[in-house]
């Protein structure tokens, strides 16, 4: 158990459709990031949020959008859906994650998201 | 730009042998290096990383990984499989540029023969 807790296991859900994924990290740590895998795609990094600030950004369409709330845990808001988002999407944690220096990133189980 | 290159999509071993999962990096300067490993249904697990020091580190379940700069390698090596270590293994290297991100190979799944 690398202790970041990820809401809900699954998810299944249709085209054209909203929905929230929910993220809470190790204690301790202030930064989030979001992390989509896809068969074609392989692992792929979405967005990082440092206590509260986005503070990087990856292959993450503008329909996606996320945000890290006071208490530190991070919610990826999926709108619009597509048969081609079905994925599963990690939330993983670090202590820092800031200022060029790279930590150790422990991540949830995942959200199985199913677009039907 | 930096890569992972996990050149193994799939190997089989026999229970008991031993193992070496390849990864080759792209990297303009000393790189962080991960391993991870995730079993089906499951989330992604650290097994070891390389940040500096002895370029021989040890992980759990009996993992170690061996950072050779001059290969830009970064293999993951197991004396002796056990049934339980069939699953996706990824390696990871940490970005630059002030960013955290981890970007992954596209890993190797390893099946065991019992």
């Known amino acids: 158990d690398s202790g970041v807790t990820q809401t809900p296991k699954h998810l299944i859900t249709a085209t054209g459709q909203r929905v929230t994924l929910r993220c809470s990290p190790r204690?301790?740590?202030?930064?989030v990031y979001w992390y989509q895998q896809s068969l074609d795609q392989g692992l792929q990094f979405l967005i990082q949020?440092?206590?509260?600030?986005?503070?990087a950004k990856g292959n993450i369409l503008e329909r996606f959008s996320a945000q890290q709330f006071p208490d530190l845990h991070s919610e990826l808001n999926l709108s619009s859906l597509e048969l081609g988002d079905s994925a599963l999407y990690f939330c993983a944690s670090s202590v820092v994650g800031a200022g060029g220096r790279t930590d150790t990133q422990y991540f949830g189980p995942g959200t199985r998201l199913t677009v039907l | 730009a930096q890569s992972v290159t996990q050149p193994d999509i799939h190997i089989t071993v026999s229970e008991g042998a031993s193992l070496e999962l390849r990864c080759n990096y792209s990297y303009g300067a000393t790189p962080y290096l991960f391993w991870y490993v995730q079993s089906p249904g499951q989330g992604l697990q650290l097994l070891l990383k390389?940040?500096?020091?002895?370029?021989l580190v040890q992980g759990i379940k009996g993992f170690e990984a061996e950072f050779k700069r001059s290969q830009s390698s970064f293999n993951l090596r197991k004396p002796s499989v056990h049934w339980s270590d069939a699953a996706e293994y990824f390696c990871a290297v940490g970005a630059t540029g002030g960013y955290n991100k981890l970007i992954f190979g596209a890993g190797t799944r390893l099946a065991v023969h019992p």
């Open positions: 390389y940040f500096s020091g002895d370029t």
């Open positions: 949020y440092y206590n509260g600030e986005e503070r």
């Open positions: 204690s301790g740590d202030l930064s």
